[in-house]
């Protein structure tokens, strides 16, 4: 329920649009209801008077029908444009606030968020959310709206055929879907988990494809995944009967209130409480006013898993930044020694400390090279000193202050990086460049990706320089991405510059061609080189060597 | 499209089953009309009470309860159609990616097809659900309605005749300019949707490069941009419902009124005009349940091709005979002229031959995309040769059983996966959760100096290992598959060393069940190392798919070829990236 309260707060700032949205939706809704329901008693009168030989004024009522019939055309078409608009304004709301509430948190904050499982599962929430308005929030508010409109008119002519539409109306509307959704608890949270399993099997099978066919498992995998796939359609089709049986209620419940309408009407006729074109009108309203119950039964069952999702992406959004910015920073100096005094980290959650007693201090202008196996711990280095996590022991100071005293932002400016997972964005490479310098000129792309030796391929696109890389994309191959991350790096103008692992999947040549153009390019920076490859060594200041965390000499 | 429709007759049955019911619903709502009509009519003109009009009342709860029923049961079947299908396209896509392997699947993102057997079958569900069962009830009850109506009111059913066609012609009209521009747009809106995520991916970068903040107004201008661009979609989409909206409900206002002013000069009888006004929404819901449906079909569309994108992957060519090879350790090897050329034109390998004899150790070296992966993957059985001959034992390739033939290979891939089962289960590859052999596990275990890394896990050998159990290091990792590679005994060994620099002691520990490993059998290693090359009786050395020299490490330094070349590359002991 707080999840409800949490989400309808976005609205607030565009409450015009949802309430211009919900009263077009309405004014439709109940113009069919009145178009039905006035031509019913417009019949009835004019054969009535037929019958009778006498006059009556049809002007009015047929405007009225003419009338209906356009408001219920035009309200339609606006409604659907307008709610579509307020979803879409509601879902840029929605997206800033979520990227600003998880900013701060990366890349820390977010670790146990890093496998792509879960970012898939961000983004289905997120989706899921956007539907929020349009398939639960408006739905519901119309119903609301419309059966107490319907409520009211009816109680205008006969209290007890209001009071029957009332009761028919909850029933469809709420307590026939509240049932459905109870007993189709299980199988729903069966399908969720069962479907996370499929798709971890799935992942499996791929990554594991080889193995799978080696060991002549690929027959029983494959029986497997359609035994898995049969299982979640079963469930399936348990929550189909379910639903099915809360469409056919609202069809029913609506045939009963037409029913009981003419039950009490009926007898009122004959008594003179109601005029017969009254009767028509009355069975008819009771009937077609079900229309706004009709998209109830599906809202409502996609209410736990909105509420899931919310659920989900509030918790990520909560969470506390894993590092703080001091209350009363200090500026960071403009250059200065970079020093690891004893520092430790240990990984929250992990098995054994990932650094242990590290002593390094890089000068302005100097070259340290950091080697030693993968999975050392070298790389938890950098993240230490751009202050994405904070050391469990020991000191970093930059120009003799510590880190944890400088704003993080202004320290991030001092340092230029070609981390391990660079990500490369769904964008042009030059847009991909210009992350690094927004206000980087054409030549200063082209000079950097000389440097990184990706300058002829780039040309060699037909795009050139605005080819689209990224997910939906060109694809780049592991060697071909980190030179397009070099370049970045290099764009940017800052004093020390940090390459961890730079040259993954080059071949020989291409390493040293780039290693030798970084250095020449920028040899007036510090430099901290981590690697795994014995590669051009020789322009290196000193030399570090890390196994298991610790320095070895 | 054609793919969807191809799909039909797995729903055939239960389609014909859900229309049929519907389209019985349908000639029920004809009655309910007529009784709701006859019932008015006796209490309106004729002044009937409540027990003048109770035969026909009573008549009412059963049909409604009738049509409640079909409406139930058509809805069931209507999935039971959709239900078929799924469960059809899951299984061929599954055991099409089991036959493609991994050469054929090579280059395509695991998560496409992670989402083509989830999401991308689950959302082709509506086209049978919805869509499908709408179609045939568009020409089905329409003309029911209007046989209904023609002996009450002749001019009635002439509006109805006239309108109905002229709706599906404006709805294909305005659908099909809609369509077009949702595909120009495809692209654009993947992009722009994707483009959040896109974001917090690449958060860690975007802090780097001081741009995480300002990237937050990027995130609201995509957002407004994707507003913008969708909405212009949908003014357009959304007109051919309006079309709908328009002809039916101005329809029903026209007949309303004609009916009435019939009525007062006595032209219509009082129970044909309420009869006619009942059934004229009635007559136009068909065509408005498809229009709902247009959409899901647009998506399912979209939907399908995925599917079809990896349907259609061409299955490389694998070896299908039947010999078995007989028992013993160590086989022979020959390569004959092999070449083989990719369906896009790649030469992976020209003209390459070479011979391995039973229990020899060979390496094989070369610059990255030389074709030392290729030979592994023509002897592993995942890609046939598109010329020229493999042998074993002197029995072509083509001719051997390839169950049998692959039981006989141990395999160490530079980075084994390790598959989401117990530790004991990924050493014996029984992932079915079966029963394994638990001495025979860990005895393979401690051959690879696994044993005690494996003890020492939170539940040993039946903790949870692969990506979402217990995390092990690369050097571990190495060591499990080594224990599988011991576990089944083969008499083939195939080694892809792994490139990453391990620590020292995984290093040497691993170097060590190698070198037991390969004891009295053939062993062919993609080798990075020097202590490999050494160690091996041969080295082939590969370029560009050719085999440019053989011989021992010694020879082909001396030669001062290609091998030489690489070696000068080369610091501690790595000769190859």
């Known amino acids: ?553 | 499209m054609s793919f969807l429709k191809a799909q039909k007759p797995f729903a055939a049955r239960y389609l014909t089953l859900s229309v049929a019911l519907s389209a019985a619903n349908g000639l029920l709502i004809i009655a309910q009309a007529w009784l709701f009509a006859a019932i008015v009519a006796a209490v309106v003109v004729e002044k009937r009470d409540l027990s003048g009009v109770a035969t026909w009342l009573a008549a009412l709860p059963p049909l409604f309860l009738a049509r409640a029923g079909l409406a139930w049961a058509a809805e069931y079947f209507a999935f039971q159609a959709a239900a078929r299908v799924k469960s059809e396209l899951r299984a061929r896509l599954v055991s099409h990616v089991m036959k493609l392997g991994p050469v054929g699947l090579a280059g395509e993102a695991t998560g496409r097809i992670v989402s083509a057997v989830t999401d991308a079958v689950q959302m082709i569900e509506p086209y049978f659900m919805r869509y499908l069962t709408a179609v045939p009830l568009v020409a089905i009850l329409p003309l029911a309605i209007l046989v209904a109506v023609l002996p009450h009111d002749w001019l009635s059913a002439t509006v109805f005749a006239v309108t109905a066609p002229l709706i599906p012609l404006f709805m294909i009209l305005i659908g099909a300019g809609a369509e077009r521009m949702n595909q120009r747009q495809w692209r654009k809106l993947a992009r722009m949707s994707g483009h959040l995520l896109d974001v917090i991916q690449g958060l860690t970068t975007l802090k780097i490069f001081n741009a995480s903040r300002s990237e937050a107004a990027r995130v609201a201008q995509m957002a407004e941009a994707y507003r913008r661009d969708t909405m212009t979609v949908l003014r357009l989409a959304f007109l051919s419902s309006l079309v709908l909206e328009f002809f039916a409900t101005v329809s029903i206002a026209v007949v309303a009124v004609l009916t009435g002013f019939r009525l007062m000069w006595g032209d219509m009888v009082f129970f044909d005009g309420l009869f006619v006004l009942m059934l004229a929404p009635e007559f136009y819901m068909p065509l408005r349940n498809m229009g709902t449906a247009y959409h899901a079909r647009m998506e399912a569309v979209g939907a399908a091709e995925r599917v079809v994108e990896i349907l259609d992957m061409p299955v490389p060519g694998s070896p299908s005979g039947t010999r078995k090879l007989d028992g013993g350790r160590g086989c022979a090897v020959r390569f004959d002229g092999v070449s083989l050329i990719f369906p896009d034109g790649r030469r992976a390998l020209d003209g390459v031959s070479f011979d391995i004899a039973a229990g020899e150790r060979v390496a094989l070296v070369g610059p990255s995309g030389s074709g030392k992966s290729t030979i592994f993957n023509l002897l592993l059985g995942f890609v046939a040769p598109s010329a020229g001959l493999v042998a074993i034992d002197g029995v072509p390739f083509g001719e051997l059983a390839l169950d049998d033939w692959r039981r006989r290979i141990a395999y160490l891939p530079q980075r084994p996966h390790l598959f989401e089962a117990t530790a004991a289960q990924n050493i014996a590859m029984r992932l079915d959760g079966a029963d394994v052999d638990r001495e025979a596990v860990r005895q393979a275990a401690r051959q690879a100096q696994a044993d005690d890394f494996i003890t020492a896990l939170p539940r040993g050998y039946d903790t949870p290992i692969g990506e979402h159990g217990a995390g092990l290091s690369g050097g571990e990792a190495q060591r499990l598959a080594l224990a599988r590679a011991f576990y089944r005994d083969a008499s083939f060994v195939l080694l892809d060393e792994a490139t990453a620099h391990l620590d020292a002691d995984n290093e040497s520990l691993i170097g060590r069940a190698v070198d037991q490993l390969s004891r009295g059998r053939t062993l062919l290693a993609i080798a990075h190392r020097l202590d490999t090359v050494r160690a091996a009786d041969r080295i082939i050395v590969l370029d560009h798919g050719r085999v440019v020299e053989t011989g021992s490490h010694q020879d082909l330094l001396a030669r001062g070829g290609t091998y030489a070349q690489l070696w000068s590359h080369s610091r501690e002991g790595r000769i190859e990236p």
């Open chain 1, 1 to 553: 329920m707080t999840e409800i309260i949490r989400l309808l707060k976005f609205f607030r700032v565009y409450r015009r649009w949802i309430a211009l949205s919900i009263a077009l939706s309405v004014a439709a809704i109940a113009a069919n209801i009145a178009l039905i329901a006035t031509s019913g008693w417009f019949i009835t009168a004019m054969g009535l008077a037929g019958l009778a030989g006498v006059a009556m004024n049809y002007f009015t009522p047929a405007a009225m029908i003419r009338g209906f019939a356009i408001v219920r055309t035009g309200g339609r078409y606006a409604e659907r444009l307008i709610s579509h608009e307020a979803t879409f304004r509601l879902l840029a709301v929605l997206r800033t606030w979520f990227y600003e509430r998880i900013e701060p948190l990366a890349p820390a904050g977010l670790q146990a968020f890093r496998s792509g499982d879960l970012f898939t599962r961000i983004r289905n929430d997120i989706d899921r959310l956007e539907l929020f308005f349009l398939r639960l929030f408006a739905p519901a508010a119309v119903a609301l709206l419309v059966s107490l409109m319907v409520v009211m008119v009816l109680w205008l002519y006969d209290g007890r055929i209001a009071l029957t539409q009332f009761g028919l109306f909850a029933l469809a509307g709420v307590l026939l879907p509240a049932a459905v959704l109870r007993f189709g608890a299980a199988p729903s949270e069966r399908i969720t988990e069962r479907t996370a399993r499929l798709n971890m099997l799935v992942v499996d099978s791929v990554e594991g494809l080889a193995e799978l066919h080696l060991y002549g498992q690929a027959q029983a995998r494959a029986a497997s995944l359609r035994a898995l796939s049969d299982d979640i359609i079963a469930d399936e089709r348990r929550l189909a009967r379910l639903s099915a049986i809360s469409q056919a209620g609202v069809g029913l419940a609506a045939n009963l209130a037409m029913f009981l309408a003419l039950l009490l009407a009926v007898p009122a006729v004959a008594l003179g409480h109601i005029a017969p074109p009254e009767l028509t009108m009355l069975a008819l309203m009771a009937l077609v006013s079900f229309e706004a119950i009709t998209p109830i039964p599906l809202a409502i069952q996609s209410l736990p898993g909105t509420l899931a999702s919310a659920r989900r992406l509030f918790a990520i959004a909560d969470a506390p930044p894993p590092v703080r910015d001091p209350l009363e920073p200090v500026p960071v100096p403009q250059q200065g020694d970079l020093v690891f005094e004893g520092v430790c980290l240990t990984y929250p959650g992990a098995r054994e400390a990932a650094l242990t007693d590290i002593d390094l201090r890089l000068a302005p202008g100097r070259r340290i090279a950091v080697m030693g196996p993968s999975g050392a711990g070298k790389s938890s280095l950098v993240g230490l000193a751009l202050r994405f996590w904070e050391p469990s022991r020991g000191r970093i100071t930059y120009g003799g202050v510590a880190l944890d005293r400088m704003p993080s932002d202004e320290l991030r400016r001092r340092f230029s990086v070609v981390s391990q997972h660079d990500h490369l964005f769904t964008a042009t490479i030059a847009d991909n460049l210009r992350v690094a310098n927004p206000g980087a000129s054409d030549a200063d792309l082209e000079d950097a990706c000389r440097i990184a030796q990706i300058h002829e391929f780039i040309v060699a696109q037909p795009d050139g320089y605005r080819t689209y890389v990224g997910m939906n994309g060109l694809k780049l191959s592991g060697g071909q991405a980190r030179r397009l991350a070099v370049a970045r790096a290099l764009l940017k103008d800052a004093p020390v510059l940090v390459l961890d692992e730079p040259t993954e999947g080059m071949d020989g040549e291409t390493e040293q061609a780039l290693l030798a153009a970084v250095m020449k390019a920028r040899s007036d920076r510090a430099v901290l080189l981590i690697t795994h490859r014995p590669v051009r060594l020789e322009t290196m200041n000193e030399i570090v060597r890390i196994e298991n965390g610790r320095v070895v000499r």
